[in-house]
């Protein structure tokens, strides 16, 4: 692929919140799965973990959790990303806490993609009730819910969203 047809990929990439609720293929999972361990992590600390839920009650629960977004329930497998703290602050202290949100996002970037490589469609979700999504799920203390990544066949947008432009974000040498 060149970077042509890189950037080309990730424009036609998009969040999509409509799915046809049939199954993801295990191994389109595994190939999910195996892309987020490829990241980039602080020290190689890999300090991100994945609950894959496919079950049909959990992602009823998790869509209430997650403000009842309707596409948390209709996508056929949801990953919800976690931060592990206690694999980054083991070694970085205090300053963990960040490189474990940071390692979470990454891995759930490269998920993001991964799908999209696998002509899926999906769609990252931040807006939930943190403790709702940790009791529903189980998690330990030592994980924190970043985001619920819906995954599945779907119902793209018809035209890509407006983007800002560049120029918008970039500041060289100084503010």
Known sequence: MNSSDFLRFLRARSSVREYSGEPLEEEDIDYILACASTAPSAGNREAWDV????DDD???ELASAALEQVHIREAPTVFVVCANYVRSMSHYGERGILYALEDAT???T???LAAHARNLH???TGA?????VREVLGLPQHLRPVALLAVGKGTPLLEPM???PIK?????ETW
Do not use: G, K, Q
């Open 106 to 108: 990454i891995a759930c």
């Open 58 to 60: 959990v992602r009823l």
């Open 122 to 124: 999906s769609c990252w």
């Open 162 to 164: 407006e983007r800002m």
């Open 51 to 54: 609950v894959v839920v496919t």
């Open 110 to 112: 490269y998920m993001m």
């Open 128 to 132: 939930f009730e943190e403790d709702e």
């Open 168 to 172: 918008e974000h970039v500041h060289r």
